[in-house]
């Protein structure tokens, strides 16, 4: 790990942080998560900031990994980073598409947006964004308005949001610069608070392992961070040297969620999965319990080893099409699709789980069967979710260690809190 020494923090402006350097934003990192809601707020916060004279305005800090002498690694501040570009792109187009004025607009986007390699005269983006957004990024949002962007539709819900943020950010600056005869002068102004005045914290190390503990430290209440986020940083804190055998299977494992559904969906996995290992585990308290479980490099490989293992049946349990289910009869497939679709028994999650990753084909039919009939019985009868919750969690713990490992076992221990059991 480096030094303290090596640590470099300093106020610095966001366009300014576009201006001169050029970003990466690392695979293992989510995709774009600002919705409507989250762009407006900060356009219009920056606005509110400029016509109330406020010298500065904070959005928060950066944190960046200097493991490129090309491209530093955006460990935290990937939203507002990519939000800044997508706010200094639509100007260049507002310049383009409404003032008919290229030169304006080729000297923001080689300011801000683009640098021309000195070699191969290629237009490289300042900001590169996560393997899963940087295509559509570059291609839908950076590049300048015409056919060709056009014809570049939206394939994630990422690249959604990130055509929504485009999409606000044109009808903020249209709003803006209506009824204004000369409107260059505001959007110059707008361009230069955000270059400036738009200040954030950069916290600059020469290490992951830095950068990691840095980000546990600024987000140490969880405030407006997503409990995955958490997780994945510690864990890849706490990988040391193996940690790139984690990002790898975290990365398959995000991925294997995302196609299954989307990326909130990540979270439920997980914490499913935890109550399948330890008992019932509500989302307030995952990242403690994983935290104080998970306290050295072997444990943090085998727990990311484990979570892509079992990424496949999770997503199984949410698709009866899924190719996992292609050993077993149309049965199964029905009966997955009863539980969860049908019934819709979420909270049965981490039991499906424990039994699809433990039991035999024979006994995982069998099983699915009696949970059809459970979820009938329920539905007509009733039944204390909560109690509920916890019983299937462990019942889970109970097959997960090899003290439940067929379907009259399971019946016998959850016979008590289901009506007809007995």
Known sequence: MGELTEIKIEPEGLGHLLADGQWAVPRYQRAYKWGKKEVSELLYDIENAINDKQPEYFVGSIVVARVSTDRPEIVDGQQRLATASILLAGIRDFFILDKSDPDTAKIIEHDYLFKKDLKTKELLPKLQLSETDHDFFVKRILKQPGPDRQKVKPTRESHKRL????????????????????????????????????????????????????????????????????????????????????QHRWIQMFSTIETAANEETVKDYIRHYWSSLRGLTRERELYKGIKDTITTKNLAFEFADNLLSEATIFAAIRNNNHEFWKGYGTAARQHIYTISDTLGMERITPLLLAILATFPQKEVERSLRMVVCWGVRLLVAGGVAGALEKKYSDAAVKIRQKSITNTKQLFTEMKEVIPGGR
Do not use: C, M, W
């Open 163 to 246: 055509l929504e943020a485009q999409q606000v950010t044109r009808e903020y600056l249209l709003d803006l610069t209506k009824n204004i005869n000369n409107p260059d002068d505001k959007l110059f102004d707008r361009i230069s608070y955000l270059a400036t005045k738009t200040r954030v914290i950069s916290v600059q190390v020469p290490d992951h392992q830095n950068a990691f503990t840095i980000f546990e430290t600024l987000n140490d209440r969880g405030l407006d961070l997503a409990i995955t986020d958490l997780l994945k940083n510690y864990l890849f804190h706490r990988a040391k040297e193996r940690i790139a055998e984690v």
